[in-house]
T-cell receptor, first 112, second 111 residues
Framework: GENVGLHLPTLSVQEGDNSIINCAYS??????FIWYKQESGKGPQFIID?????DKRQGQRVTVLLNKTVKHLSLQIAATQPGDSAVYFC???????????FGKGTRLSVIA | DAGVTQSPTHLIKTRGQQVTLRCSPK?????VSWYQQALGQGPQFIFQ???????QRGNFPDRFSGHQFPNYSSELNVNALLLGDSALYLC??????????FGEGSRLTVL
C-alpha cells in the first residue's frame, strides 16, 4: 500500500490513552479549519472541522481546539484505538470556494 | 452510493511523457478539485473545476491542465513529465463549496 507518512513527526501513544496532535497554521485570515485522517493507501478522510468564530468543537471521541491568537489548532482523540493509527493533517482556507491549504502532517502510532 | 473513484491507481511513466488521470465525483457533487501529494508531505492544491471551467488554480506550471465533462467527471493531464512529478494525485469532489470527499488517489512514478 501507499506510505504517505515518511519522515513525518510521529506521536506514539498507548491504546486507551488520549492523543493530542498539534498544528500551526499559516494564514491569520483563514476562516475554516479541518482535520483529516489519512491511512496508508487511502485518500484523506474528514474528521472534524471548526470555523474561526469558535474556539472548540467536539465530535465523537474527537475535539478540535482553535487558538487564533497564536495560530494554533489541535486535535484531541479520546481513548485512542489501534484503528486511529494514521497520518493526520490540518487544513485551512479563507472560506467559500478558496482552496484548502494542508499542513505537513503528523503520524499517530498506537501501541496495543 | 459510490464515493470518489480515480483511475488508474498506479502507473509508471518516463521523463518527457504525458499522463492523463481520471476522476468520477461522488454522486450529487458538481465540483472537482485536484491535489498533488509528494511522499511525506501534505496535499497541494493544483486546480478546481466547476461547471466545466477551471475556477481556481494553485501554483503549478501550465504543464498541468485539466478538464471537466458535463457529467462532472474530470481529467488531470500532465505533459513533459519530470522526475519531480512523481506523487500521489488526489481528486476531491464536493457540492459547490461544501465538504470535500477524497478519492484514494493515483500513484504516478516517473522514471
Amino acid at each position: 500500500g501507499e506510505n504517505v507518512g515518511l519522515h513525518l513527526p510521529t506521536l506514539s501513544v498507548q491504546e486507551g490513552d488520549n492523543s493530542i496532535i498539534n498544528c500551526a497554521y499559516s494564514n491569520s485570515a483563514s476562516d475554516y479549519f479541518i482535520w483529516y485522517k489519512q491511512e496508508s493507501g487511502k485518500g484523506p478522510q474528514f474528521i472534524i472541522d471548526i470555523r474561526s468564530n469558535m474556539d472548540k468543537r467536539q465530535g465523537q471521541r474527537v475535539t478540535v481546539l482553535l487558538n487564533k491568537t497564536v495560530k494554533h489548532l489541535s486535535l484531541q482523540i479520546a481513548a485512542t484505538q489501534p484503528g486511529d493509527s494514521a497520518v493526520y493533517f490540518c487544513a485551512e482556507n479563507l472560506g467559500g470556494n478558496t482552496p484548502l491549504v494542508f499542513g505537513k502532517g503528523t503520524r499517530l502510532s498506537v501501541i496495543a | 452510493d459510490a464515493g470518489v473513484t480515480q483511475s488508474p491507481t498506479h502507473l509508471i511513466k518516463t521523463r518527457g511523457q504525458q499522463v492523463t488521470l481520471r476522476c468520477s465525483p461522488k454522486s450529487g457533487h458538481d465540483t472537482v478539485s485536484w491535489y498533488q501529494q509528494a511522499l511525506g508531505q501534505g496535499p497541494q492544491f493544483i486546480f478546481q473545476y466547476y461547471e466545466e471551467e477551471e475556477r481556481q488554480r494553485g501554483n503549478f506550471p501550465d504543464r498541468f491542465s485539466g478538464h471537466q465533462f458535463p457529467n462532472y467527471s474530470s481529467e488531470l493531464n500532465v505533459n513533459a513529465l519530470l522526475l519531480g512529478d512523481s506523487a500521489l494525485y488526489l481528486c476531491a469532489s464536493s457540492w459547490d463549496t461544501g465538504e470535500l470527499f477524497f478519492g484514494e488517489g493515483s500513484r504516478l512514478t516517473v522514471l
